[in-house]
Structure formats: structure tokens, C-alpha cells
């Protein structure tokens, strides 16, 4: 039996399209709101917790919940779960990486992420994945998989990527969603203790190159064959970026 976990992948090489841009969060309390608040918090605690961490639930007068957790080192998660059971989740790791995560009433959830350069950098040196700081739910049915899209920083090259996924087993795998909608497996796509793991990219080149076509467009296709869908299209003299080849073909960065 399988689950399934989307991904799209911008800033390094994998094809990718758009994702949501995710925000530092804070952590702040409701004090510091407008003391007109028309959904004033009615009930505050605090719990001090055994890995050294500190845990503030504030539930507001409409039924909402609000629990921030600050750790030791500095890493906050703050959740928000509204009456319905959708929820928001907030994450900003000690390393600088920050993660959202939105599930609505119907339990439809789409994560984002932004992976800061120090845990890309320290991944490598530790010869590790790095870890994004979201945490999902596989499906069995890739309709209603939730969708993680994750920023690397630019020029990150070939990166071991691990989304931690709550009800992992060891047949779930990542398939990734291209810039069409069109959907393929990650062929190397791991289940680990924790998550899926995989390689977002390839060895960054540097290389450029100019599309030369006599005049009319190039079609660009979501993988090396004509059998792959094209996805956009590129006029004569169009500078891109070259990460690698596969047969006859070029992989590039748009």
C-alpha cells in the first residue's frame, strides 16, 4: 500500500512550479493587539515543557485556538485552529528556515516552505538531508495528497531534500507536480523514519546557453522525449541557464 506527498520545487533545479511565499513568524502574543480586538482571547496558559520549551495556548471568545511554541533554541511554531478544524501552522527553525501550513474544513492541506542557506550549508557538511521545517499528511489518492512547495536558496545545487510526514510508511513516496500540472514520481524518492527524502536538482554548471531556432519558438517539455509534455515555449535568442543533459536533450533552468 501506498500514500502519496506533492511537491514543487523553485530556486534550485528541479522543474517546479510557483509556490506560496511563507513569512517569518514571531510568535507574538495577542497583548499586543488592538485593545478593540472584536475576538478578544478569553482563556491564556502556559506550559513549560520537559525539552526545555515553552507553550502559550490562547483561546479566543469565537472558539479559535492559538498555541506558540518557543524551543530552547530560539525555533518557534505557532498554530492556529479555528472552530471549523482548519488550521494554520507557522514555523520559523533556529536556522532561519520558515514553513507554513494550511489545512481547511475539509482537511485539504498545501504547505510552504523557504529553506535558508545555513540549513542547506550544514545539511551538506553533515553529509544529511536538510530538513523542511512543514509537516504533512500522506493520502492514498494524489488528488487530495497535500502539495509542499519548497524554496531553496539559488545555487544550491544538487540538495537532499526531507519533508517530515506524520503517518509515513514504507511505501509512500513524493511525486512532483510540474509547472503544466502534470505529475511524475520522484524515482528517488526514499521513505525515512520521519519523511520522504529526496534530491532536488543537479551539480550546478553555470553553463549558459542561446536558443537558436531560425526564427520561430523552442517547445520546452517536462522531460527528456517528445512524448513529454511542453510546457512553454522559448523565442530565437533566449539566454537559459544549463544543468545538465540526458541523451540528446538539455536541462535547463527557465
Known amino acids: 500500500k501506498s500514500a502519496v506527498c506533492k511537491v514543487t520545487v523553485t530556486g534550485g533545479t528541479t522543474p517546479s512550479q510557483p509556490g506560496g511565499s511563507t513569512g517569518d513568524s514571531s510568535g507574538g502574543s495577542s497583548s499586543d493587539r488592538d485593545s478593540h480586538d472584536s475576538n478578544p482571547v478569553i482563556k491564556t ?124 510508511t514504507p511505501g509512500t513516496v513524493a511525486v512532483l507536480v510540474y509547472p503544466d500540472g502534470t505529475e511524475e514520481i520522484l524515482k528517488d524518492s526514499i521513505p525515512t523514519e520521519d519523511g520522504i527524502q529526496f534530491s532536488s536538482g543537479e551539480n550546478d554548471s553555470g553553463q549558459t546557453g542561446t536558443v537558436t531556432t531560425g526564427g520561430g519558438n523552442l517547445n520546452v517539455r517536462t522531460g527528456a522525449g517528445m512524448d513529454y509534455t511542453a510546457f512553454t515555449q522559448l523565442p530565437n535568442g533566449t539566454t537559459v541557464k544549463v544543468i545538465g543533459t540526458d541523451g540528446d536533450w538539455l536541462k535547463v533552468i527557465l
Request: aromatic fraction near 0%; glycine fraction near 10%.
Open 45 to 168: 496558559e502556559t506550559k513549560n515543557n520537559t525539552d526545555g520549551s515553552t507553550t502559550k495556548t490562547e483561546t479566543r471568545r469565537d472558539g479559535s485556538v492559538t498555541q506558540t511554541t518557543t524551543g530552547k533554541d530560539g525555533s518557534v511554531t505557532k498554530t492556529e485552529t479555528k472552530k471549523d478544524g482548519s488550521s494554520v501552522t507557522e514555523n520559523k527553525a533556529a536556522d532561519g528556515s520558515t514553513g507554513t501550513v494550511k489545512t481547511d474544513k475539509n482537511g485539504q492541506t498545501e504547505a510552504a516552505a523557504k529553506v535558508s542557506g545555513k540549513a542547506v550549508e550544514d545539511a551538506k557538511k553533515n553529509g544529511e538531508a536538510v530538513k523542511v521545517p512543514v509537516e504533512v499528511e500522506a493520502t492514498r489518492n494524489s488528488s487530495t495528497a497535500p502539495t509542499v512547495s519548497i524554496e531553496l536558496p539559488k545555487g544550491a545545487g544538487e540538495t537532499k531534500v526531507e519533508i517530515p510526514v506524520s503517518n509515513v
